[in-house]
């Protein structure tokens, strides 16, 4: 049977092949069967979701398979990926189950599991789980053995309470667009950001089930960009739909990625000496201008696999505070158990706040080689990675482009897709090397 979870949960078309009621019934009482504390008392499970019109079917088929296995449910409705992750270590619980898919569009859905403290799991775990779905021999509790379902209403006034306690001063001065994508933040993210002094503009935050992501939030930067123009913003903030990322767009309109919040991010911490080890950890998708404004620095960047899980388990590992992708998931261990867009969001624009600083004087820290990237789709993706043929044009290319360049070939976790990455000095000569190993690629397949 193929592996049912990818880099970040199971995701796929909800009520299609995959993601079915029945089958979120059967996960999620393996989960709770094989998360329990082994105490001998009840589980406990928190449950949310993002505001997609599939959430409410998957969420009582999530409950229904957490009850069925003996675990009580505590419904926290639709909120933060972040913030269920937060109130699963809040409330002691034995797990937590996010319901969402991310910024996929609206007629996906997933579901992320959470083990007790909020954490993500490791892999063993997730093979562990899979094992146990429709196992025979598993415990079917009956009369008050059966799992209670409870609701609580004030989660949002929880998780913002929380994530004002980490911010490093007022926000007072700065006006900000946020952009929530109809998502999961549409009421946390702009509470939070006026709370923390900042004047706030929401845009996109009335969800409706039907149009999370619908051209806007953080794989749509358009509107937002608009938006701070029109009004004269300082910056504006965009998030996914489950709120677990945080893109940003300075004062004139300008991008700012996941790499260049790190480097804004670890040279405020730097400074205020909470960057342990003085290291940041990224993944191997971080540009090299990342790599270079570190370097610059003094501060070790550390790389990891593609995946916000596996910058996770190095934080933990090394004992390092900050880390993410340049897709904008980062992670403040000492804040948060996994990726928090409105964490980082704050944390951001108190930099800008404290230094007086534009976010685009601050971001200029690192400049970015041109990135090109392509999708090559593949018969198969064992073939390739064992096809000398592909190696011999991956060794030639960074012989080309030496230390001013990086090629990197990368299978999908979910797809018969190989992502091929070149950075160079100019777009046009990352386009001619990421083309000539395209079809290198998809002819050895």
Not at 32 to 44: D, I, K
Not at 98 to 127: R, T
Not at 362 to 390: F, H
Request: with cysteine; aromatic share 2%; glycine share 12%.
């Amino acid at each position: 049977m193929r592996r049912l979870f990818g880099t970040d949960g199971v995701r796929g078309l909800a009520n299609g092949e995959l993601l079915t009621p029945e089958f979120a019934v059967g996960v999620c009482a393996s989960a709770a069967r094989t998360l329990s504390n082994g105490s001998g008392g009840r589980p406990v499970a928190v449950v949310g979701r993002d505001p997609r019109a599939s959430g409410e079917m998957l969420e009582s088929a999530v409950v229904a398979g957490l009850t069925a296995a003996g675990a009580d449910a505590i419904r926290v409705g639709v909120l933060p990926t972040p913030g269920v992750a937060h109130l699963v270590a809040e409330t002691g619980a034995d797990l937590g189950v996010m319901i969402s898919a991310s910024h996929n569009p609206m007629p996906d859905n997933g579901i992320k599991l959470f083990a007790a403290g909020g954490h993500k799991l490791p892999d063993d775990v997730e093979a562990e789980i899979e094992r146990g779905l429709g196992d025979p021999a598993a415990r079917r509790p009956t009369g008050d053995a059966i799992g209670r379902v409870w609701d609580a209403p004030d989660a949002t006034n929880v998780y913002v309470a929380h994530l004002l306690s980490a911010v490093p001063g007022s926000l007072d001065g700065l006006r900000v667009i946020v952009d929530c994508a109809h998502g999961a933040a549409s009421v946390a993210a702009p509470e939070a950001y006026r709370q923390a002094g900042a004047e706030v503009i929401a845009l996109n935050a009335e969800p409706d089930g039907l149009n999370i992501n619908d051209g806007v939030g953080s794989t749509h930067l358009g509107p937002l960009q608009a938006a701070v123009r029109e009004h004269g913003a300082d910056l504006g903030i965009t998030h996914d739909g489950d709120a677990d990322r945080c893109l940003a767009v300075d004062g004139a309109g300008n991008v700012v990625d996941g790499d260049r919040i790190m480097a804004v991010l670890a040279l405020a911490m730097r400074d205020a000496g909470e960057l342990t080890h003085d290291t940041l950890v990224a993944t191997v998708m971080s540009n090299l201008g990342l790599h270079l404004a570190m370097q610059a620095a003094g501060i070790t960047l550390d790389t990891t696999k593609v995946g916000d899980r596996y910058v996770l388990e190095r934080l933990r590992e090394g004992g390092f505070s900050l880390g993410g992708e340049q897709s904008g998931h980062v992670v403040l261990p000492g804040h948060a158990t996994t990726g928090d867009g409105l964490l980082t969001a704050l944390r951001l624009m108190a930099r800008v706040a404290r230094t007086g600083s534009s976010l685009a004087e601050l971001a200029s820290v690192v400049t970015p080689l041109p990135q090109v990237l392509q999708n090559v789709a593949v018969g198969d993706k064992d073939a390739v990675a064992a096809s000398v043929e592909v190696a011999e044009a991956v060794s030639q290319a960074e012989g080309e482009l030496g230390r001013t360049g990086r090629v990197l070939l990368r299978p999908s976790g979910t797809e018969q897709l190989v992502r091929v990455m070149v950075e160079a000095p100019t777009e046009s000569e990352a386009s001619a090397v990421a083309d000539r190993l395209a079809k290198v690629v998809a002819a050895a397949s």
